[in-house]
Every structure is written in C-alpha cells, then in structure tokens.
C-alpha cells in the first residue's frame, strides 16, 4: 500500500481535512439535537452514520459523478432540493416539539428514545444529500490523488477523514451527554432545541441560496 502514497503530500492534506472537519455545520447540528433526544447512544450512531457518507462522497469523485453533478445544473439542484428539504424537516421536527411539555413531547423527541436505525438513517441522509460535501470531494480530493491510483487512493483518505469525523463529533457527542442534566431542565431544553432547528431550517435555506 506505501508504493500508491510515494511522495503523498501528507501535511496539506491532513491540514486541509482537519479545518473542514472542524468547520461546524449541520452534521455538528444533528449530532447535538440526536445527543438531546437518545443520549449518547443516539448521538455515536449519528456520528458513525454521518462518517460513513464519506465513502459516498469519495466513491462519487472517483467516479465522476461529482463532476456530473457539478456541470448538470438539474441534476446539481435536485440534490440541492432533497438536501435543503431534509435538514428543514430535522430542523421543523425541533422546533415542533420544543413548544410541547416535555413530559408529553413527540416520542421520537423525548429522552431515551434511542432507535438505532433511525440515527443511522438520519445521520447517513444529512451527509449524503449535503451536495455541498460532493462539491468539496470532488475539488479538493482529485488535488491529492494520482488518478492511475485513484479508487484506493479515495478509500484510504476517506477512511483517514472518517476517523476524523468520528473523534470530533465523538467528542460533540460526549460534551453534550456531560451536561445533558443542565440541558435538561424543560426551559433550558426547548429554547435549545428551538435554537438547533431554526439554524438547521437557515442551513436549508443557505443550501438552496445561488
């Protein structure tokens, strides 16, 4: 495997991967909304299904599709469309049950409600259907790989920003779970989850703007 990387430029890429994976967003988003509803079960499961869409990004850039996507203005703003529509239902469904009594609120919000397929699906779904992670693969990955190589060179700088991904939204997940006692309290809690949906409705609304 060594030969593939000879004369790899280690630095730039690690540091390059490393401010975009400290870049907040709407996977740091979830994963303290899903920290909030099912504790730190609900929020590891989020956090491992939102690293595993980098495969995705990385397989599309391999691939071409990314660069289908980014010259295919219909195709590119239908996955815009499908992205923004998603997160502003992650972010409606907050602020929906932020106004309700906690101790009544939407099963699906209450704490200690973990269902582990659903934190997959939400946390695979907003890293996938986010075109702005494909864009980004797809100009910034082919910078670092060596394109007679390209497919396992795609894999193995996936995998290194997915334990990337993994420590730092570990890491959310966990100082969210410390202080889930104080956040817990029904006031502190619902303008919290209505502060997390409404950036999460901006998001939407920010991936929809030219």
């Known amino acids: 495997m060594a030969f ?32 909030m509803r099912g504790g730190l079960p609900d929020a590891l ?61 939407a099963p699906e919000l209450s704490q200690g409600q973990f269902r582990w397929i659903r934190s997959m699906r939400e946390g695979f779904l907003s890293n996938v259907l986010n075109p702005k992670t494909m864009v980004v693969y797809f100009a910034l990955l082919p910078q670092f790989i060596d394109p007679e190589a390209a497919w396992v060179q795609s894999m193995v700088l996936a995998g290194l920003h997915f334990m990337m991904g993994v420590l730092y939204l570990g890491a959310v997940a966990l100082l969210v779970n410390r202080m889930i006692d104080w956040w817990f309290d029904p006031v502190k809690r619902s303008w919290i989850d209505r502060a997390i949906g409404a950036s999460l409705m901006a998001m939407a609304g920010l991936l929809l703007a030219p």
């Open 45 to 105: 499961v989020s956090t491992f299904a939102i690293c595993c869409g980098l495969f995705v990004h990385a397989t599309a850039s391999a691939l071409g599709i990314a660069a289908f996507l980014a010259v295919t203005p219909w195709a590119y703003q239908a996955l815009k469309m499908a992205g923004a529509l998603y997160l502003a239902w992650l972010g409606w469904s907050s602020l929906q049950a932020s106004f309700q009594p906690y101790s009544t609120a």
């Open 4 to 35: 593939l990387f000879d004369g790899f430029a280690w630095l730039p890429f690690l540091t390059t991967f490393i401010l975009l994976t400290l870049a907040p967003g709407a996977d740091t988003l979830l994963v303290m909304r899903n920290a």
